[in-house]
Nanobody, 123 residues
């Protein structure tokens, strides 16, 4: 069983930055990839970014390209999401997830999920 714990969310002004963290644990924690998704109130959960756990390759959703950066520290079982130039439309609960496959942006490619961390961006 895999446990994922996110942290780093908060309330900021437009243009500010935040860094989210997600640490994985459990006997079966052995990801091929880890991803971040966001879910705004009343909307579907959507892909933000993913990183290959072995090769370090990254992919991003169109709305965050050039503003967000995903990275990892394999020794700490932790993935990060550096969020720069935040916009009010980035307001959402952010979830990290683990996948046994690389290169996927669909929710059903991810097997385990964290509880989420709230990010609120005011104008």
């Amino acid at each position: 069983q895999v446990q994922l714990v996110e942290s780093g969310g908060g309330s900021v002004q437009a243009g500010d930055s935040l860094r989210l963290s997600c640490t994985g644990s459990g006997r079966t924690f052995s990801p091929v990839a880890m991803g971040w998704f966001s879910q705004a109130p009343g909307k579907e959960r959507k892909f933000v970014a993913a990183i290959s756990w072995t090769g370090g390759g990254t992919i991003y959703g169109d709305s965050v390209k050039g503003r967000f950066a995903i990275s990892k520290d394999s020794a700490k079982n932790t993935v990060y999401l550096q969020m720069n130039s935040l916009k009010p439309e980035d307001t959402a609960v952010y979830y990290c997830a683990v996948s046994g496959r690389w290169g996927h942006t669909k929710l059903d490619a991810y097997d385990s999920w964290g509880q989420g961390t709230q990010v609120t961006v005011s104008s």
